[in-house]
T-cell receptor
Framework: ETGVTQSPTHLIKTRGQQVTLRCSSQ?????VSWYQQALGQGPQFIFQ???????GRGNFPPRFSGLQFPNYSSELNVNALELDDSALYLC??????????????FGPGTRLTVL | AQTVTQSQPEMSVQEAETVTLSCTYD???????LFWYKQPPSRQMILVIR??????QNATENRFSVNFQKAAKSFSLKISDSQLGDAAMYFC???????????FGKGTRLHILP
């Protein structure tokens, strides 16, 4: 069984640029959630994708967008990068949403630095 | 507003001793789940233990147990027989039953002293 993987591991961008982060979900999981973890903070929910549709969104501006593909992998896109976007971005996969005790399995994250 | 508060930014414990990490949360929901996650330097978030709000019995996973006080909205984690590998950031987290986002606290950094 393959766990959640994310790429790249680290990324450095400059303010105003655009970035795409990638996530492959754990085998059998069709739901992907994205979180932003700023330094010294707990993760904050960005959004979730289920069956290629956005299924819930946190308090993040529209320049944070995502995609989910038929194989359940997902991308997080951030446009017009700002310095405050520097953070660890975590992806988590799980079985279908609608509550229950479905555990979210996290990937190792992508560390984004915006200069 | 749904919030999770961890009042201990850092804690230290001697190897083989017991340590308790504190967490309080605020919610008006009746159906929810509480979690403790461990994040080692490798950054991978690992679920340590989970508690369903409707269950009165405290959850236990080997050396890890919780003290769930629903009326007080308190959810502390006890680690028994601490091991060097327990050193990590520990996050208390909460999820409403019908929702799918997890709300995390700011974390407690746990140091294990040899």
């Amino acid at each position: 069984e393959t766990g959640v993987t994310q790429s790249p591991t680290h990324l450095i961008k400059t303010r105003g640029q655009q970035v795409t982060l990638r996530c492959s979900s754990q085998s059998g999981h069709n739901t992907v959630s994205w979180y932003q973890q700023a330094l010294g903070q707990g993760p904050q929910f960005i959004f979730q994708y289920y069956r290629e549709e956005e299924n819930g969104r946190g308090n993040f501006p529209p320049r944070f967008s995502g995609l989910q593909f038929p194989n359940y992998s997902s991308e997080l896109n951030v446009n017009a990068l700002e310095l405050d976007d520097s953070a660890l971005y975590l992806c988590a996969s799980s079985l279908p949403p609608a509550g229950g005790t479905h555990e979210q399995f996290f990937g190792p994250g992508t560390r984004l630095t915006v200069l | 507003a749904q919030t999770v508060t961890q009042s201990q930014p850092e804690m230290s414990v001697q190897e083989a001793e017991t340590v308790t990490l504190s967490c309080t949360y605020d919610t008006s929901e009746s159906d929810y789940y509480l979690f403790w996650y461990k994040q080692p330097p490798s950054r991978q978030m690992i679920l340590v233990i989970r508690q369903e709000a409707y269950k009165q019995q405290n959850a236990t996973e080997n050396r890890f147990s919780v003290n769930f006080q629903k009326a007080a909205k308190s959810f502390s984690l006890k680690i028994s027989d601490s091991q060097l590998g327990d050193a990590a950031m520990y996050f208390c987290a909460y999820r409403v039953g019908r929702d799918d986002k997890i709300i995390f606290g700011k974390g407690t950094r746990l140091h294990i002293l040899p």
